[in-house]
């Protein structure tokens, strides 16, 4: 995964901790369809130690996925280290550091991208985390907190001088989420450390990746939006870059089929109630570019029986086409 000797990863793609999506039913998806590494949404490190039932809530704890990266959040560096070390009980294979969520509750509490203001604060959180476990320890972070006061590469220089393992730059500000990516700024991280970096931001496609590991020398990138109804991309991505494979697009027979199993999935942890409602968004990312695809996603969320989830896909593998 990470070698300790030369310091370089073993893969060259992971899927992004996202909020609301990457709970545990995704992450076994993901690990089913050979994502080389898989993150946990982004954990709160108070709930956490606050109730031991949140555990069950953040991972697969009776089918362990692996390699799993947890991401944690706090400004408290002790509640950090302790909340890493359960999760390392647990069998999580990384634990990332949250420094770039942009999302104002978090903000607010002096949290995420907040702590790119407070060197003194995160420093303390990064030696604290680092010295709590054996597994590798990274952290996620942005360029700054706006265009005026660009920090990434002080805040990569910290991780590495406390001994971290590797950074993950997301290339935008925290203000600026509708404008593209800046690679550039990625590749500046990477030309001051000499840790691996993953890259993050507007890759969508295996070219997406090719592009911005050549711009930027980058060690791997880390996919987030793209995957979104596309749980197979990562697998798919990090088999071109390794081989120049060229992946056909996946057949909508294969698509119902992960559907299905992804629905089970999600019924057997939420239950029978919450899960038609969690499952709603998965369904719509899965059946886009179908035809038909904007009065599914309207009937989809209406939908409050798993029942009528199953009872579509028959239909639709009677009437649709072999699509992607």
Not at 132 to 158: E, Q, T, Y
Not at 214 to 236: N, S, Y
Request: hydrophobic share 40%.
């Amino acid at each position: 995964m990470i070698s300790p000797k030369t310091g370089t990863f073993s893969f060259s793609v992971a899927a992004a901790p996202l909020a609301g999506v990457t709970d545990p039913p995704f992450q076994r998806i993901l690990f089913e369809q050979n994502c080389p590494l898989v993150y946990t949404e982004m954990i709160s490190a108070r709930n956490l130690l606050k109730s031991p039932r949140t555990i069950t809530r953040v991972l697969n704890v009776e089918k362990p996925v692996h390699p799993l990266a947890a991401q944690l959040f706090d400004i408290d560096p002790c509640r950090l280290a302790d909340a890493a070390g359960i999760l390392e009980r647990y069998g999580v294979d990384i634990i990332d550091v949250n420094l770039g969520c942009p999302v104002k509750k978090i903000i607010n509490t002096g949290c995420g991208v907040a702590l790119m203001r407070n060197p003194g604060q995160t420093r303390c959180i990064m030696k604290a985390v680092r010295g709590s476990v054996r597994i590798p320890v990274s952290v996620k972070l942005r360029l700054g907190w706006n265009p005026g006061c660009k920090s990434a590469p002080d805040f990569a220089r910290m991780a590495e001088d406390e001994g971290l393992d590797f950074v993950t730059v997301h290339a935008r500000y925290r203000t600026n989420y509708l404008t593209p990516a800046d690679w550039r700024e990625i590749r500046e991280v990477k030309t001051c450390l000499s840790i691996p970096v993953m890259g993050n931001g507007d890759v969508m496609t295996a070219d997406d990746a090719r592009k911005m590991m050549h711009e930027t020398d980058c060690d791997a990138v880390m996919i987030g939006r793209a995957i979104m109804g596309r749980p197979w991309l990562p697998f798919q991505i990090e088999s071109h870059l390794s081989s120049g494979r060229i992946f056909q697009p996946v057949m909508f027979p294969e698509r119902c089929r992960v559907i299905r199993n992804h629905l089970d999935l999600a019924e057997s942890f939420y239950g029978p109630r919450v899960a038609p409602l969690v499952f709603r968004k998965h369904a719509a990312w899965y059946l886009r570019g179908l035809p038909g695809a904007n009065q599914l996603r309207n009937a989809i969320f209406r939908f409050t029986d798993t029942e009528e989830y199953r009872s579509l896909l028959d239909s639709l593998i009677v009437n649709t086409g072999a699509l992607c």
